[in-house]
């Protein structure tokens, strides 16, 4: 296999596959089984998938999830988004360079009659909402069909390598993501009652109250369910600068797919746009995957994320800038490096710019709810609940409660005995979905004797894990619930901290260490997480530590490296230091400090080439014409410039042109948005014939 692949990873382990041959422009080439065909592409050092009939512009990867159709190639002479299209043995596949021209039909389609399906419950979306929601439904024997667009269940669940926040006893706080989707869909599938479809696609809500579904890829069927419950979670924000269409500029969930699902090593240097836990999160997950982050940055004063994520991605060594902005990504065909500048006032400051060569940008800046269907389920009358990102966005503990309680009130409309709902269920839910709280100073314990956890968690979150595995029960949270900060209480040297190492090791943040004065008081053993490769530290090994802030605290030995079942992949170091930096040291560097140098000049780029709607290659400027010519109908800017009219429909460039009312001083209420259309996918028109197109293999996609 290609130098792009990930054959060792600090928690995952690459499986064997068996190799699949394509061939991409001629060239033979192979994937793995099952492996999408953007994800072979990258895995082959292949960032430009297409040309733009319009500029000739290159097209690569963005979203990675279905959402729009940056990454269209020809597969066998027909137009695929090929983040949703698998390899196939011997499947031909080209760049789209220009429109391109299907191959004839060599006979009449064969028709069919379209499959109605009567359901109780109809649940659009496999993520953690909708399977703990399917959950309680299958517990009680209620029929139900849940429905995704994946090969596999858990939705943004198999993407993350980290231990999640939350509550221990509730929503599985402590336990890495992948292993929660595993969990969920293992308890899920035991029920019989509950049908589920992956790889299949809600398409739209009918006014008939008909939900049209393309189950497997290729065949079209209608459901008529008495309930909908609408779990399809989020798509991520866009942000229009010069160059943010080039390819290696796509969004946090799309890196995370190609890293931690597929196991691709898709950037070699990484920029992140973006200080939310998403950005913060992929920054860390880049670092496992032996990729360089070269920075981040925010636009608020302070990252919007958790603290113990920006601390964690500090301690690394990467550098945070907050009060910053993108100004552009530059290259000709691909991204090789980005331009950011200080933000006063929300303008860029002259004089700050600077430029860092990296081969990707990473988009970070938020989510927005995938919520249409639940908008006009609502609209036709239909009985609907929402759980999860469609209802809320928030975190993935969240939408697990959500989901559970969700799927006892359907049980419930449904005529089901469920019992109360408990108001404290409620206030669950809540607490889970609650942003960061107050952030205080650290206050490092005054003991200098014995053995004891030194807690660098100085903001409020909902988390409660290090308070449910201590054994003797030392560490508390004294507040009305699970957001406040946790502190070591020792009442006696009989019942004292053991040095157990569980509190370090299940710490989501990272940010629990073990200090042990027992055989050395003037230089104490210091414990501390690691989650990188086994042979990135080995006894005798002098390393840099940081403190909380990821401020150098100097060089230290490492006497000891323990990597043993029971911690779940969590490497746990020993190192000796100096009793007056003993307590300080929060974390071991691990990406060297002049990564993150930048170019000796900044790239400037003009403003003139900036995209707002990506399919129709519709610039800023054409738009903003528009609105200072006195337009306030976003109707009327799409029959002008076709801004809103590209196969993603409309997704991605509404916000931003609403951005741009904002910005040209003209109040939402004054701005008449355009329809939404019933079909919130793309889709073949034969499918609704009920046509079958006769292609081997192709699933019908085409």
């Given at each position: 296999m290609s130098g792009y692949r990930i054959e060792r990873h600090p928690i995952l382990t690459p499986a064997a596959a068996e190799s699949v041959p394509f061939t991409w422009k001629g060239r033979s080439l192979t994937a793995r089984a099952g492996e999408t065909i953007a994800s072979a592409l990258f895995a082959h050092g292949e960032r430009i998938f297409s040309y733009h009939p319009k500029d000739h512009a290159p097209q690569g990867?963005?979203?990675?999830?279905?959402?729009?159709?940056?990454?269209?190639?020809?597969?066998?002479?027909?137009?695929?988004?090929?983040?949703?299209?698998?390899?196939?043995?011997?499947?031909?596949?080209?760049?789209?360079?220009?429109?391109?021209e299907l191959p004839r039909a060599e006979a009449a389609p064969s028709s069919r009659s379209i499959d109605e399906i009567r359901v109780p419950v109809l649940i659009i979306g496999g993520g953690p909402a909708g399977l703990s929601a399917a959950i309680e439904l299958g517990k009680r024997g209620i029929k139900a069909l849940l429905i995704d667009d994946k090969h596999r269940l858990g939705g943004k669940l198999v993407l993350q390598?980290?231990?999640?926040?939350?509550?221990?006893?509730?929503?599985?706080?402590?336990?890495?993501?992948?292993?929660?989707?595993?969990?969920?869909?293992?308890?899920?599938?035991s029920y019989a009652s509950v049908e589920i479809w992956p790889e299949s696609t809600a398409l739209a809500v009918f006014s008939d109250k008909r939900i049209g579904v393309l189950r497997a890829g290729s065949r079209y069927v209608q459901i008529l369910p008495e309930i909908v419950l609408v779990t399809s979670g989020a798509r991520e924000k866009s942000l229009a600068f010069p160059g943010n269409t080039l390819p290696g500029v796509y969004g946090a969930g799309a890196f995370q797919t190609l890293v931690n699902r597929d196991l691709v090593r898709s950037a070699g240097r990484l920029f992140i746009v973006g200080g939310g836990n998403v950005g913060l999160i992929a920054g860390y997950h880049a670092l496992q995957a032996g990729i360089e982050v070269v920075g981040l940055v925010?636009?608020?004063?302070?990252c919007s994320g958790?603290?113990?994520?920006?601390?964690?991605?500090?301690?690394?060594?990467?550098?945070?800038?907050?009060?910053?902005?993108?100004?552009?990504?530059?290259?000709?065909?691909q991204v090789e490096s980005v331009t950011i500048?200080?933000?006063?006032?929300?303008?860029?400051?002259?004089?700050?710019?600077?430029?860092?060569?990296c081969d990707t940008v990473l988009i970070a800046i938020g989510?927005?709810?995938?919520?249409?269907?639940?908008?006009?389920?609502?609209?036709?009358g239909l009985k609907v609940f929402a759980a999860g990102d469609?209802?809320?966005?928030?975190?993935?503990?969240?939408?697990?409660?959500?989901g559970k309680i969700r799927g006892l009130e359907v049980a419930r409309d449904l005529g089901r005995d469920v019992g109360t709902i408990s108001p404290e269920w409620y206030a669950a839910a809540d607490i889970l979905k609650s942003r960061p709280g107050a952030t205080t100073p650290e206050a490092l314990p005054e003991a200098e004797s014995g053995i004891f956890p030194v807690l660098h968690c100085v903001q409020e979150i909902p988390c409660d894990p290090c308070t449910t595995v201590c054994p003797r029960n030392l560490i508390h949270i004294h507040a009305a619930d699970i957001r406040g900060l946790p502190t070591y209480e020792a009442p006696d040297p009989a019942r004292a901290c053991t040095g157990c190492e569980k509190c370090v090791t299940i710490c989501p943040g990272l940010a629990i260490t073990l200090v042990d004065y027992r055989k050395d008081p003037e230089n104490p053993t210091i414990t501390l997480p690691f989650e990188f490769l086994r042979e990135r530290v080995e006894v005798g090994d002098r390393m840099t530590v940081l403190d909380t802030e990821g401020a150098g605290l100097g060089e230290v030995e490492v006497i000891g490296v323990r990597a043993i079942k029971a911690n779940d992949r969590t490497i746990l170091v020993k190192v000796k230091a100096p009793r007056a930096i003993a307590k300080k040291i929060a974390g071991l560097r691990v990406q060297a400090a002049d990564v993150a140098k930048p170019m000796e000049r900044y790239?400037?780029?003009?403003?003139?080439?900036t995209i707002v709607c990506r399919c129709e290659r519709v610039t800023a400027g054409q738009i903003r014409s528009l609105i200072r010519e006195g337009e306030r109908d976003i109707n009327q800017i799409k029959a002008v410039t076709r801004a809103c009219m590209g196969s993603c429909g409309a997704k991605t460039c509404t916000a931003l042109i609403h951005r741009l009312f904002r910005e040209e001083g003209v109040a939402d209420a004054d701005v008449v948005d355009q329809p939404k259309r019933p079909l919130f996918m793309e889709v073949p028109l034969g499918v609704f014939a009920g046509t079958e197109n006769g292609r081997e293999g192709n699933n019908g996609r085409y």
């Open positions: 990867l963005f979203c990675a999830n279905g959402q729009c159709a940056q990454c269209l190639v020809l597969a066998d002479g027909l137009p695929v988004k090929s983040c949703m299209e698998t390899v196939r043995p011997g499947l031909r596949v080209e760049p789209v360079d220009g429109l391109p390598t980290h231990r999640f926040f939350g509550s221990y006893d509730a929503v599985f706080a402590g336990t890495r993501g992948i292993d929660i989707a595993t969990k969920l869909e293992t308890e899920l599938r925010e636009a608020l004063p302070e958790y603290k113990v994520h920006k601390d964690k991605l500090a301690r690394f060594g990467v550098p945070i800038s907050t009060s910053h902005t993108v100004l552009s990504a530059n290259g000709t065909d500048a200080r933000l006063e006032n929300w303008k860029p400051v002259p004089g700050s710019e600077r430029s860092f060569a989510l927005d709810p995938v919520d249409e269907f639940y908008v006009k389920a609502r609209e036709f469609a209802e809320e966005i928030a975190e993935a503990s969240a939408a697990i409660f959500s790239v400037e780029r003009t403003a003139d080439d």
